[in-house]
């Protein structure tokens, strides 16, 4: 999903330069953005709309880890104008200065977004300055409800019992299990099931996470966070640890093909994470006023609840959920009502010294050794 303008070769880019000036139009088709999001995470049409609208091009391209994306930041030149970190990594940005604050001013359709999101934000983020929320989800149990009724009759559907009991996990490996790349989505989780605190720094809260993933490891067949979508979707696999919204599409790809799986999204009863993907702009941003322009225009009820619609995440922007379809905005899976919310925890950026105990662990557990 790359919308680039520089597959041309040289000279038919100077003809295309020669007749942009020709036609005075020279200033509008040089201008884009270069955005750096999730994958599976807009509805493309969003972008040649915007592109239409604007005369603004945009490159798009994709990532699926914090991790990547916090790599790129940090050195510096990733040649991005704008970027969407989730709220724990968005904090200890700021921290090293990666991002430019907002300019306000250029985005007049702040209006629209949600106190209650903007507050939570906050916490990553103080004083809302330096990003806005664009999706926010939960991360919780995909499951392919045919082929775990197979092999466990009285699944545990609503409980991480489900994929973290190894006597369950075993009867699973066959028909497929996967589980997010991601430690801070996972570790946390884990942590939470066990009755500790979610954000514990405790070493020994943390090995005892990794002790479960560990005794479920034999059983896990991928660490990945977005080929488990079209597993899925296409029954190559039957359980996965993953993100709401991808589990959704998942479901509707399915639907969709009337290849007879139904996959179905759960969130933990034992509760879990709720987090905030942000749009930032790098201090270094080619595009600065562009970058602005494109965040604005996401801020548009109706472009963002299109998104929500196509992806099925929730969204921080209020004024959208006029447009937002029934069945999501209704479902307290994307739209969590007051009983769900009360399960939901957030999670604080880890300090220097705890994020090398947890990679250290996820390299143990997803190697295996
Ligand atoms: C999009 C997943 C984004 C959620 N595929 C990660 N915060």
Redesign the pocket.
Known sequence: MIYSASKRGPLVGLLALATAFASGQALAQDKEVRVYN????IDEEILTEFTKETGIKVVYDVF?SNEILETKLLAGGSGYDVVVP?GQFLARQIQAGVFQKLDKSKLPNISNMWPEVSERVAVYDPGNEYAVDY?W?TTGLGYNEGKIKERIPDAPVESLDLLLKPENAAKLKDCGIMVLDSPTDVLPVILQYLGLNPNSKEQADLDKAAAVLLAIRPYIQKFHS?EYINALANGDICIALG?S??ILQAASRAEEAKNGHTIHYALPKEGTQM?F?MLAIPKDAPHVEEAHAFVNYLMKPEVIAKASNY?SYANGNLASQKFINEEILKDSAIYPDAETLKKLFVLLPYDPKTQRTVTRLWTKIVTGQ
């Open positions: 999730w994958s599976d995470y699926d989730t999706m989800g977005s993100w919204g991808d987090w993907d992806i």
